[in-house]
């Protein structure tokens, strides 16, 4: 008899991707997120000056790898401001709109895509054409409708990313509505007069909760962006507050002349939302191993 032999293959390149996605990527994010904390934490702790103070005389100070000092690790602005302290205050505001906005815009999706999907007819037909409706906007025109408006705000950039961005959610919730309201524990609480309510919030919230956790994670990534777009054109928050959109558009001047200004802000930004996509890639190809 003749006898098999089993021959190892070579690992793909898809495997090999993967491996470095789990290992390094994953670990160098976390770090990029943890500075990124702690820099927005502990910086304005340890500095006394206000990020919006005016200092001509101290303007354009080179970074410290430029041959700059400790006293502005990253240099100040053409204003004299400290790069560094205005890099903790971006990160607060760009992290609290992007986290809101998402909240927000989840919390509207969940609840439309539950009813959607579970009760159907004529409420899945007029939340279908919502999102269509939505889809069709592009996200720049509703934000400068809200800009004029509600005047540009803080509370402008929450509300515009959030009506751009609820629709992901209800269409994700509602695939899987639709398939959990035809599975036995469903029938089962309708046969006991359960109340439709009770069955949305009991039954079918829990069962779509990690899928919108893991859509939430990567829609924080894109929230980060479009802040800093809406900015960076003047449609977003207003000095003395920053963000890094604004931080680089007040210093996109100096590109030519002095590039690590605003090359400072765009490699953070950069840094921060690739950061947040690969962890938010990796917690859902676990969530679907755990599946």
Request: overall charge positive.
């Amino acid at each position: 008899m003749s006898q098999r032999v089993l021959v190892p293959t070579r690992p793909s390149r898809m495997s090999k991707l993967r491996k470095i996605q789990e290992g390094p990527l994953v670990w160098a994010s976390a770090i990029v997120l943890v500075l990124a904390a702690a820099i927005a934490i502990f910086v304005p702790v340890f500095v006394d000056a206000s990020p919006g103070t005016v200092d001509l005389t101290n303007s354009l100070r080179k970074p410290i790898w430029m041959g700059g000092s400790w006293d502005a690790p990253l240099g100040t602005d053409q204003l004299g401001r400290d790069v560094l302290l205005q890099l903790s205050l971006a990160i607060r505001i760009s992290a609290l709109v992007a986290t809101v906005s998402v909240l927000l815009a989840g919390t509207i999706g969940v609840m439309l895509g539950l009813v959607s999907g579970y009760r159907g007819g004529w409420m899945d037909s007029i939340v279908n054409r919502l999102s269509e409706t939505q889809m069709a906007l592009p996200f720049l025109v509703v934000a400068m409708v809200l800009a004029v408006a509600l005047g540009p705000s803080l509370t402008t950039i929450v509300v515009a990313i959030a009506l751009s961005g609820w629709v992901p959610f209800a269409r994700l919730v509602r695939a899987e509505a639709l398939v959990l309201r035809n599975r036995e524990f469903v029938l089962l609480a309708k046969v006991a007069s359960v109340s439709s309510a009770r069955i949305v919030l009991r039954h079918l919230l829990p069962n779509v909760l990690p899928s919108v956790v893991v859509l939430g994670t990567q829609s924080i990534a894109i929230a980060v962006l479009e802040e800093s777009a809406l900015s960076f054109l003047g449609l977003g928050v207003q000095p003395p507050m920053m963000s890094l959109g604004s931080m680089i558009g007040q210093t996109r001047l100096q590109l030519q002349t002095d590039a690590w200004l605003p090359l400072t802000p765009i490699i953070v930004l950069a840094l921060l939302a690739l950061a947040i996509n690969i962890l938010g890639d990796r917690f859902r190809r676990r969530l679907e191993i755990k599946k």
